[in-house]
């Protein structure tokens, strides 16, 4: 069976649709909302396995913190560069994992599959590559940095 991802809004910094056409090609299936009211429907009515959302500004933090709000399923942000401040504003609003989008659909694919692995209970393995997040005690936002050095 196929892992559902739900990806919302397109930003015009953050090459979702390219996003979307590799996870899809990597065998997600895949549906898209432009805003969140979309996004709020397409939950209410077909289940998923993962939210993805843009990391790159207050809209990318609130639409973490809306989903957060409405869902359980692991939310993941999409953003470019690595700018701390903001990877740690998307980790307190919600996010469970942020991820650069310049990597590949492939490894992208793989780092979903992972957190999706890790939220039924299996092991959770970190391997080297951009920055990475997992909820700590308490449910709170916890860092893990990947990068290598």
């Known amino acids: 069976m196929a892992y559902r991802a739900l990806v919302v809004f397109d930003h015009p910094d953050i090459h979702i ?3 979307s056409e590799k996870l899809a090609r990597c065998g997600f299936q895949v549906r898209r909302a432009g805003d969140i009211d979309t996004a709020i429907r397409l939950l209410a009515s077909e289940p998923f396995d ?6 790159v500004d207050a809209g990318g933090i609130d639409l973490c913190r809306s989903l957060r709000s409405l869902c359980a399923e692991p939310i993941v942000a999409v953003g470019e560069g690595r700018d701390e401040a903001l990877v740690v504003r998307c980790l307190q609003a919600g996010a ?7 990597m ?5 694919a793989a780092r979903l599959i992972a957190l999706l ?10 391997s080297p590559g951009p920055a990475m997040s997992r909820r700590g005690a308490g449910g709170q936002p916890a ?7």
Do not use: C, N, Y
């Open 104 to 108: 590949s659909g492939r490894e992208f």
């Open 117 to 126: 692995r890790d939220d039924r209970g299996s092991p959770r393995i970190v």
């Open 96 to 102: 469970d994992i942020v991820l650069d989008q310049s």
């Open 50 to 55: 993962v939210a993805i959302v843009p990391a």
């Open 143 to 149: 860092f893990v940095s990947t990068e290598r050095s």
């Open 17 to 19: 649709a390219k996003l």
